[in-house]
């Protein structure tokens, strides 16, 4: 079995040289275990954030098929979602949710349970509907739109009927969330002005922020929004590469919060592990109703991760990365 590891704590950018990868012999299986083969990799922002000890393997999701097993309920041959970390083989026991089997998608690709129909997708599901609350006619403000959580999290407000705004890094990107996923507008934060944009596209303000990122993008947005409007802080990604502990980067003016009496929520997905499956036969049944589009970029290979992991970080994905291992 293969795995990688954190060789160097990361500073500033991941590099590879932050990375080692490492064989080791798994031992035969026990009563209870199952073996399970890598055969896609979950490639997120928060192994940035929160892998840090030297030494550590890299945390992260995978699909995986069982290939040996002494433990009632996982057969040989069955796709398991497992938080596995970077490793080609994986001795477990029992997994509980938000991870284990994977369920029946039909003809779509069981890669989704690392995305559109797994821990992303849910994130949009909930972390969108639960705190945002969105209503029919609002308009929506999502960054980090053309990314795995914000494109999702835009097709949901398109399907409650708000008027959705994407903030992204990319024109082709933008192109995708208005042409092809219905978004309203989009912004590109590294040439044009964020809060000018803003003004023109949601001249009535902004009633639900979606943030991804943080920092002077959220400035900018939550200077604009509504009496009563919500803010669902789902991610910062703009200080993981920082690395700096702070998790709030950006500082919406006291008159605005206050005045506009705003409402803003942190949240982790796993707070709605008992309405798991909820989540995915939502998204799957707007997948099969034409409502719900998803995209992946895939990168081929165990040792690509590296790669995959540092492109993401820099904004080439659209879409859910993923390493295709197998
Ligand atoms: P994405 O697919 O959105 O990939 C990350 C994207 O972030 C890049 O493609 C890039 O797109 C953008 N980005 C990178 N650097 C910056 C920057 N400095 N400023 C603005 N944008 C930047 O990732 P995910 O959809 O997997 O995750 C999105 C967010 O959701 C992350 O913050 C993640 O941590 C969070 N998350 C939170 C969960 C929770 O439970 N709270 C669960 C899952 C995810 P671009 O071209 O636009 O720059």
Not at 109 to 137: D, H, R, W
Not at 145 to 164: E, L, M, P, R
Not at 288 to 316: H, S, W
Request: aromatic share 10%; glycine share 12%.
């Amino acid at each position: 079995a293969k795995k990688f590891i954190l060789k160097k704590q990361f500073s500033g950018a991941a590099k590879p040289t932050d990375f080692e990868i490492v064989e080791e012999e798994l031992p035969p299986i026990k009563d209870g275990e199952f073996l399970a083969e890598a055969i896609y990799l979950s490639v997120d922002p928060y192994q940035r954030a929160y892998t840090k000890n030297v030494g550590q393997i890299l945390m992260g999701s995978q699909v995986a098929k069982i290939i040996e097993s002494k433990l009632d309920g996982y057969p040989v041959g069955k796709y398991v979602v497992g938080h596995f970390g970077w490793a080609t083989h994986t001795i477990s026991k029992a997994l509980t949710l938000p991870f284990g089997i994977i369920p029946d998608f039909g003809n779509l690709p069981v890669s989704l349970a690392l995305g559109t129909l797994g821990m992303t997708g849910n994130t949009a599901y909930f972390g969108f509907l639960e705190i945002c609350k969105p209503q029919k006619g609002e308009t929506v403000v999502v960054s980090g739109a053309g990314g795995a959580v914000g494109s999702h999290v835009g097709q949901i407000a398109k399907i409650v009927g708000c008027k959705v705004i994407g903030i992204l890094g990319d024109d082709q990107k933008g192109k995708y969330v208005t042409e092809e996923l219905g978004f309203d507008h989009y912004i590109n934060y590294k040439k044009g002005n964020v809060k000018e944009e803003l003004i023109k596209y949601a001249p009535d303000g902004i009633d639900c922020y979606f943030d991804n990122v943080g920092g002077d993008i959220s400035t900018a947005v939550i200077s604009l929004m509504n009496k009563f409007g919500r803010i669902s802080v789902c991610g910062c990604i703009s200080i993981y590469n920082i690395g700096t502990d702070d998790l709030i980067n950006f500082s919406p003016s006291a008159g605005v919060f206050i005045g506009n009496e705003l409402r803003m929520e942190g949240f982790m997905v796993t707070r709605w592990t008992e309405r798991w499956s909820e989540g995915i036969e939502q998204n799957l049944k707007w997948i099969k109703e034409d409502k719900l589009k998803y995209k992946e970029t895939i990168a081929e290979g165990f040792e690509n991760i590296i790669n995959a992991f540092i492109d993401m970080l820099n904004g080439k994905n659209t879409g859910k990365a993923i390493v295709k291992v197998k």
